[in-house]
């Protein structure tokens, strides 16, 4: 029995539980993945958005202008990646620069902080290898980047500090009500109950209302999946471009954007496909030749053989064209159809939800909250002395495991020591970047294998990409006849 469950680890879902556990109550994060942020929030640009492109009057725009005033201090407070970079609309003639002045107006209308228009000069000399057919840009200074899959991980140890747990490989299929009490039925057999639930299931959002059957009426919404393609280019293309370059914005979204990444890479995408499979990340050749054909329209100066990498990630797109926020009915609220730009607005939602169900279930404010997480040391980052001090005091800091990110033995065991923690490969590279790099875990994979079989107490055939069945070997040398 939980006071409130969250169903749905990814960072909006992170971010409602961190805000929860400042009351006092019991909750608990259902996720149907084996580790939080599985679905869109460990695949997308990362963009902090100013806030000048959603509709004026919308939830987007008020949780976007919102989330990207908290960003800053929710990234020093939590101890996450963030830098505000800024951010350009490219207009390539007279028609687009209309749609730049109609952004500028709304952008101003919804509160976007350091919006202006510049000429195409003044583009080039803030960005020297931006296309010499950009002809104007709608330039936003408090634009900025993070890393999403590290600040849904941060919310999440947040979270589970002051008493929220983590329950995963669990995949809620069926919900009912009974004397204002929500059960909640799993594939698995579990059985959880709850006296509110939050349903940040992202794109099965639709199908988790739908599996409700009870007294309160919920919101009819549909979640299409928007797959959204990307390549990933090395840390020597990272300096190529500093703003975050975007088109300007189509019915399917914001076009190809080009952008340095936290940690000194260069990402260009996304495609926007409407697909059936929710669950289908897979990458095309022609999502890839059109993420290009964008990327060296704005930056033609752009090498493909730079690339070190492809992914893509599935959105959830609401029919309503706007997000579904907050409370349906007595004990159950919404934060579905979060698509662009729901990770800038993260921080906002998180807060609002807790705030409301807090309120209406009189929950009270804790005492010994503690609102401030510290991210795991990277040795990546430290200068001589710091590594010196680092080895002496855990000398597992001095055994280098991922060459291309020099992610250390120490980095990746707290990675899976921490709650929650890494519990497969995937999850050790979101935490720590250990096969992020250049050779993209080509060298460090077997070691950071064995220590995932060391730490979680398995046998190395037992160590999952993913988890399921994405097992990484599948016996040993001698067994084989």
């Not at 509160?111 to 510049?118: D, E, H, L, V």
């Not at 057919?133 to 002051?162: D, Q």
């Not at 914005?249 to 990444?261: E, Y």
Request: proline share 3%.
């Amino acid at each position: 029995m939980f006071e409130v469950l969250v169903i749905g680890g990814g960072v909006i879902g992170c971010a409602v539980a961190s805000n929860l556990s400042r009351y006092r109550c019991s909750v608990a994060v259902v996720e149907r993945a084996h580790d939080i942020s599985c679905g869109a929030s460990k695949a997308n640009s990362g963009i902090v958005h100013g806030g000048f492109d959603a509709k004026e009057g919308s939830l987007k725009a008020k949780f976007n202008v919102a989330g990207c005033k908290m960003m800053e201090e929710e990234a020093k407070r939590l101890d996450f990646p963030y830098c505000r970079n800024g951010s350009m609309v490219l207009a390539f003639g007279k028609e687009e620069e209309k749609v730049l002045e109609d952004l500028l107006a709304r952008g101003i209308k919804n509160g976007a902080q350091g919006i202006s228009i510049i000429d195409g000069a003044q583009v080039r000399r803030l960005e020297p290898n931006v296309s010499d057919k950009v002809t104007a840009a709608l330039y936003c200074t408090s634009s900025g980047i993070t890393s999403p899959y590290e600040m849904a991980a941060a919310y999440a140890e947040n979270a589970a500090e002051n008493g929220v747990s983590f329950i995963f490989d669990t995949a809620v299929s069926k919900i009912k009500r009974k004397d204002g009490v929500f059960e909640l039925y799993a594939e698995n057999g579990e059985k959880f109950t709850a006296g509110a639930v939050v349903n940040c299931a992202g794109v099965h959002a639709d199908e988790v209302c739908k599996m409700y059957e009870g007294e309160g009426a919920l919101p009819e919404f549909e979640i299409t999946a928007r797959r959204g393609e990307y390549i990933l280019a090395d840390k020597t293309e990272g300096e190529s471009v500093h703003a975050t370059l975007f088109h300007t914005p189509t019915a399917m979204g914001k076009g190809i954007l080009v952008t340095p990444t936290v940690h000194g890479n260069l990402l260009m995408g996304p495609t926007a496909d409407d697909i059936d499979e929710k669950e289908d990340v897979s990458t095309t050749s022609s999502g890839g030749e059109r993420v290009l054909k964008g990327a060296l329209k704005s930056v033609p100066s752009l090498s493909p053989k730079k690339a070190i990498t492809r992914f893509s990630g599935v959105r959830a797109h609401p029919n309503t064209d706007d997000f579904i926020i907050g409370r349906a009915f007595e004990g159950w609220y919404n934060a579905a159809g979060i698509e662009s730009p729901g990770l800038t607005c993260a921080p906002a939602i998180g807060k609002y939800l807790a705030q409301e169900i807090a309120r209406d279930f009189s929950f009270e404010q804790r005492s010994d909250y503690k609102a401030e997480r510290r991210a795991i040391r990277a040795f990546a980052s430290m200068n001589y002395q710091e590594r010196a001090a680092a080895v002496a005091e855990d000398p597992a800091y001095g055994r280098i495991v991922c060459r291309c990110e020099q992610v250390t033995e120490a980095e990746i065991v707290q990675s899976i020591r921490r709650k929650p923690g890494a519990r497969d490969m995937d999850g050790v590279k979101r935490r720590t970047r250990a096969g992020m790099g250049r050779c993209q875990s080509g060298f460090c994979m077997p070691r950071v294998a064995q220590i995932l079989a060391r730490e979680l107490g398995i046998d190395i055939n037992e160590v999952t990409k993913c988890g399921e069945k994405s097992f990484m070997t599948e016996g040993y040398i001698d067994e084989r006849e």
